[in-house]
C-alpha cells in the first residue's frame, strides 16, 4: 500500500487524468463501446512503439557513448554550455524532451562536480550550474516541439488531425528557429567572463553494435509509422515482437503513466464533448486562430501541455494555432511542461542548490523572458 501511495504522488497528472475520466462517464455515462471510441488507438502505439525504442537505445548506452564522446573537445565553459545546450536541443527531436534531459541533466551535473574537485582551470559556481541546467531544460522543450517525435503533444496533435509533414513543419519552425538562435544569446551572455575548464570524463562504448542496428531499424519503423508511410500496427506488432524476443526487460522500463494519462484524458475530452454548456463555452473562447493560441499557451500554465493539448483538440479545427500555442506553452510555469519538472527534480536530488543559487528563480526569470519573446515572434510569423 506504500508503495502504491507513493507511485500516485509521483504521478499527479495521471491521477488527475483518471479522475476526471472517472468523473465524466459517471455523469454523462456513455456505453462502453462510446468509450471505447474515445481512445486513439494510433496515438497509443506510436507512443508506446517509441518509448520502447528509446528505452532499448539507452539500455546499451548510445546516447551516453556520444555525449562522452562530443564533451572531449571541450577547452573551456562557453563551449561546455554550447555542446551541452545544442546536444539537448538536436537530440530532443528525435528521443523526445523527457529523455534528452535524463540523459544530459545527471552526465551534466557529474561534470560541474569534477570541475569544483579541483581538476579543471576554474570551478562551475553553484549558480552557472543550475542555469546551465535551466538552459537545457529549455533546449529539450524547445528542440523537441519541431518534431512529431519530439513530445507527446506533436504526435497527437500530428495523428489527430492528420496533418500534412509540411504543414507540420512550417508551423513548428516558427518556434524552433528563434529559439535556437535565443538560446545561443542566452549561452553567449551568461558565459561572456567564464575561463577554461577540462572535462575529464571516462570513454563510453555502446554495449552491442548488433542490438544499435536492430534498435535503429526499429526507430526507422516507427518513424514510418508516424509519417504515415506504412500501417502503425505493423510497426506494433514488429516492434513488440523483436523486443520480446531480444530484450524482453525493456517492457518494464516504458512510462506505462504517460499510456495511462492519455488514456485518461481521451476518455475525459471524448465524454465531454456530451455535455452542452461545456461545449459552448469552449466553442465560444476558441473560435478565432488567435484565441486558440492564446488559450493553448493559458491552459499550459496550468494543466501543462499535453493535457491542453488533449483537452482542446476536440474544440477546434486552427490544428496549426493549438499546436504552436501548447508548444509555446511549454514555457513559463514549472508545470507547464512535465520535462521541466524531471530536470528540477534531478537538480535537487544532487542537493547542487543547497547555497543561494536559487534554481527556481532562475528557471521562472529565463522561462518567461523566453516565453513572451518566443510567444511575440510566432504571431508575427
Not at 157 to 162: F, R, V
Not at 291 to 296: E, I
Request: net charge positive; aromatic share 10%.
Amino acid at each position: 500500500m506504500n508503495k502504491l501511495v507513493t507511485y500516485l504522488k509521483r504521478a499527479p497528472v495521471m491521477c488527475t487524468a483518471v479522475v476526471l475520466a472517472v468523473c465524466m462517464v459517471c455523469i454523462v455515462r456513455p456505453t462502453p463501446v462510446s468509450v471505447l471510441k474515445c481512445i486513439d488507438l494510433r496515438v497509443l502505439s506510436q507512443l508506446f512503439c517509441l518509448m520502447l525504442v528509446i528505452q532499448a537505445f539507452r539500455s546499451i548506452r548510445v546516447l551516453d557513448a556520444l555525449a562522452a564522446r562530443v564533451l572531449g573537445f571541450c577547452s573551456s565553459i562557453r563551449n561546455l554550455f554550447l555542446v551541452l545546450v545544442g546536444l539537448v536541443f538536436f537530440v530532443s527531436m528525435a528521443v523526445t524532451n523527457d529523455v534528452a534531459l535524463l540523459t544530459f541533466v545527471p552526465l551534466t551535473l557529474v561534470i560541474c562536480r569534477s570541475a569544483n574537485s579541483g581538476s579543471a582551470a576554474e570551478v562551475i559556481t553553484p549558480r552557472m550550474t543550475a542555469v546551465l541546467v535551466v538552459l537545457e531544460t529549455l533546449a529539450a522543450n524547445l528542440g523537441s516541439c519541431i518534431t512529431p517525435t519530439g513530445n507527446p503533444q506533436n504526435l497527437f496533435l500530428y495523428s489527430y488531425y492528420n496533418m500534412s509533414s509540411v504543414s507540420f513543419f512550417a508551423a513548428t519552425l516558427k518556434i524552433g528557429i528563434p529559439s535556437f538562435f535565443l538560446l545561443l544569446a542566452a549561452v553567449l551572455l551568461e558565459t561572456r567572463k567564464a575561463g577554461k575548464i577540462t572535462v575529464g570524463l571516462e570513454s563510453v562504448h555502446v554495449e552491442s553494435i548488433a542490438k544499435c542496428t536492430l534498435y535503429a531499424a526499429l526507430l526507422v519503423l516507427t518513424l514510418l509509422a508516424v509519417f504515415r508511410v506504412i500501417d502503425y500496427r505493423i510497426a506494433l506488432v514488429v516492434t513488440v515482437a523483436a523486443v520480446a524476443v531480444f530484450s524482453r526487460r525493456l517492457f518494464l522500463s516504458v512510462d506505462y503513466t504517460l499510456l495511462v494519462t492519455f488514456i485518461g484524458f481521451f476518455i475525459f475530452t471524448g465524454t465531454l464533448t456530451a455535455v452542452p454548456s461545456v461545449c459552448g463555452f469552449l466553442d465560444r473562447i476558441l473560435k478565432s486562430p488567435d484565441s486558440v493560441y492564446l488559450t493553448g499557451i493559458l491552459a499550459s500554465q496550468i494543466i501543462s501541455n499535453v493535457p491542453a493539448a488533449l483537452l482542446l483538440s476536440g474544440f477546434t479545427r486552427n490544428a496549426q494555432e493549438l499546436l504552436l500555442g501548447v508548444n509555446v506553452g511549454g514555457l513559463g510555469t514549472l508545470i507547464a511542461s512535465l520535462a521541466s519538472v524531471i530536470s528540477y527534480r534531478l537538480f535537487r536530488s544532487e542537493n547542487v542548490d543547497s547555497g543561494n543559487a536559487g534554481y527556481f528563480r532562475i528557471f521562472t526569470v529565463y522561462n518567461f523572458v523566453f516565453l513572451i519573446i518566443i510567444a511575440g515572434i510566432v504571431r508575427i510569423l
